[in-house]
């Protein structure tokens, strides 16, 4: 089996040298410089990667179509997505692509949290992948414990199948939810990880985990609107609920009507019949787009 181990870097220097080493034991190793500013590209090639070069900083998900567009054109049987910083161990390499070789699987995705690799997260950081998680599944329909591991495999049919628009770091859910809207089989296996990592952190973690988590959403938006709508709705009429309670308990005990509140209420509960109104018509569409 042709493989294919690509790795999207953007400023890596200082690991992109000893990853590529040790990966190109399994395959081709292809490194896709996402517009670096140091010498990212020069330390692959002199380690033995293919190189392709954005002249400017596109984003993972542009890096990772570069990869798979590769990757198709050249005729590889799998590939293998691995990160350049130095988190995950190429060593491991072989793991994801035992159930795609066994034919158990068409992406395979290396998860922190099979084997307690995922305690050596920050909470906070475990708290937003919790999260991300969760959104990613009601997206897809599919169980995945670590949706954005960069560390996954992939077989020429799964490759065939990814029809993606994800610039960024949400191409991680994105790969998830296409390949189970298509039905193909989506597995785990457990990995490692470090994060004593000289380069780890390129953006600020929360203002990361909200972007993923914005595109996530709209995700779920696209696939399941009622889901989305509907629980934004539920969110007005709550608010709408404590609203007017507020404004409307003064005068039970003899009082006056609290004006703001009772006219706060009225207007989340017009937003939240309007949402779900929106979200019952954009189902219909959806499955009417499915259907047709």
């Given at each position: 089996?042709?493989?294919?181990?690509?790795?999207?870097?953007?400023?890596?220097?200082?690991?992109?040298?000893?990853?590529?080493?040790?990966?190109?034991?399994?395959?081709?190793?292809?490194?896709?410089?996402?517009?670096?500013?140091?010498?990212?590209?020069?330390?692959?090639?002199?380690?033995?990667?293919?190189?392709?070069?954005?002249?400017?900083?596109?984003?993972?998900?542009?890096?990772?179509?570069?990869?798979?567009?590769?990757?198709?054109?050249?005729?590889?049987?799998?590939?293998?997505?691995?990160?350049?910083?130095?988190?995950?161990?190429?060593?491991?390499?072989?793991?994801?692509?035992?159930?795609?070789?066994?034919?158990?699987?068409?992406?395979?995705?290396?998860?922190?949290?099979?084997?307690?690799?995922?305690?050596?997260?920050?909470?906070y950081r475990r708290l937003g992948l919790w999260v991300l998680n969760k959104t990613t599944a009601l997206a897809s329909g599919a169980k995945i414990t670590d949706s954005q591991s960069g560390f996954r495999a992939l077989n020429r049919k799964a490759l065939e199948n990814l029809e993606l628009s994800a610039d960024g770091y949400h191409v991680e859910s994105e790969m998830i939810h296409k390949l189970s809207e298509k039905g193909l089989r989506i597995v785990e296996v457990p990995i490692n990880v470090r994060y004593d990592v000289p380069n780890r952190h390129k953006k600020h973690p929360v203002t990361h985990g909200v972007s993923v988590l914005m595109k996530i959403v709209s995700m779920i938006g696209y696939k399941r609107p009622l889901l989305l709508f509907g629980v934004l709705s539920l969110i007005c009429f709550i608010i709408a609920g404590i609203l007017g309670y507020l404004g409307l308990k003064p005068y039970y005990n003899g009082g006056r009507v609290y004006l703001t509140q009772a006219i706060g209420a009225g207007i989340f509960t017009i937003i939240g019949i309007q949402l779900f109104i929106a979200g019952l018509t954009l189902n219909v569409l959806s499955r009417m787009r499915r259907e047709g």
């Open positions: 089996m042709r493989t294919l181990i690509i790795i999207p870097a953007y400023n890596e220097e200082l690991t992109i040298g000893s990853v590529v080493t040790l990966a190109k034991k399994y395959g081709d190793v292809l490194v896709v410089d996402d517009g670096s500013i140091d010498r990212t590209s020069d330390i692959a090639k002199k380690a033995g990667a293919i190189t392709l070069r954005h002249e400017a900083n596109k984003g993972k998900g542009q890096a990772l179509k570069t990869g798979f567009r590769y990757a198709l054109e050249n005729n590889y049987d799998a590939v293998v997505c691995l990160d350049a910083d130095g988190q995950h161990d190429p060593d491991e390499i072989p793991l994801l692509l035992k159930p795609i070789l066994n034919g158990e699987a068409d992406m395979v995705i290396g998860s922190r949290y099979l084997n307690g690799a995922h305690k050596n997260i920050p909470l």
